[in-house]
């Protein structure tokens, strides 16, 4: 029986890797969707023999999910058993200079969007639950990659980190829901990772802060983890889960410890 994969913002960085991953299991068969389509077709290319359908699309257009819906309709019969809701972007900046439109161009894209799009494709994945024989491997699955920022929020970049803020708080409650229905909920919480645009350099360069900057390949193997493998939640790389834990042990250390410029990079990383 094949596996049906939706992998949004699948044009490179995580979403790719998580493409790639996801082609070395067996009979599955996947749906790509971002904006760059000839770097979608590329990466279809170079996936064979995996099926691949490709959907180019802004998700903050209304009418995006919508049609990502009719795609999966059309090509796959309607079957969906896995949706990872990846797609998303930072621009930093302190709240005084950006103001409300910071906000919600990260709202738009990292909170309104992958609720948009899972509104739309939810029907399909408990049609899809009902009818597939129960496959602890394989289950029925939403994966929504928020980010550590999702827990610790740093100077200049409390826009997206309300965003992903959110997308984590909507996540536990979406799990909660959906159970009943056969369909599982995980949460991803990468920390800064190499990826397109990535400005990390200052990072990379010093044998302290290497460690922090993850791959890829290892959020996709945690995306995984928190779909088909069932579990709730998963930070990449996994010392950043204590970063997290001690934003609710110790809020006021690590509060200083932010604001004194740990785990602070230039406009555009996404962490």
Known sequence: MSYVALITGASSGIGEATARRLSREPD???????????????????LAPTPVTVV?????????????????????????HMLVNNAG?????TFAETGWANVE???????EAPLRLTEALLPLLRATAARSPADAERRVCIVNVSSTAGRVS??????????????????????????????HVGLVLPGF????????????????????????ETVAEAIL???????AERYAPRPYG?????????????????????????????G
């Not at 983890?225 to 579990?231: E, F, L, T, V």
């Open 28 to 46: 599955t068969q996947l749906v790509l969707v971002a904006r760059r389509r000839e770097r979608l077709e590329q990466l279809a290319a170079e």
């Open 56 to 80: 180019d699309a802004d998700l903050t257009d209304p009418e995006a999910p919508a049609r990502i819906r009719d795609v999966v309709e059309r090509e796959h019969g309607g079957e969906l």
């Open 89 to 93: 972007a930072a621009w930093r900046g």
């Open 105 to 111: 161009r990260h709202m738009k894209l990292n909170f």
């Open 154 to 183: 740093r100077p200049g970049s409390g826009a997206y980190s309300a965003s992903k803020f959110a997308l984590a708080g909507w996540t536990d409650s979406l799990h909660a829901e959906e159970r009943a229905h056969g369909v």
């Open 193 to 216: 990772v190499s990826t397109e645009g990535f400005p990390g350099d200052e990072l990379l360069a010093s044998v302290k802060t290497r460690w922090l900057v993850g791959r890829p």
């Open 225 to 231: 983890d928190a779909g088909p493998g069932g579990r």
């Open 242 to 270: 204590l970063v997290a834990a001690s934003r609710i042990l110790v809020p006021a250390i690590v509060r200083r410890a932010v604001a004194g410029g740990a785990f602070t990079t230039r406009t555009g990383d996404r």
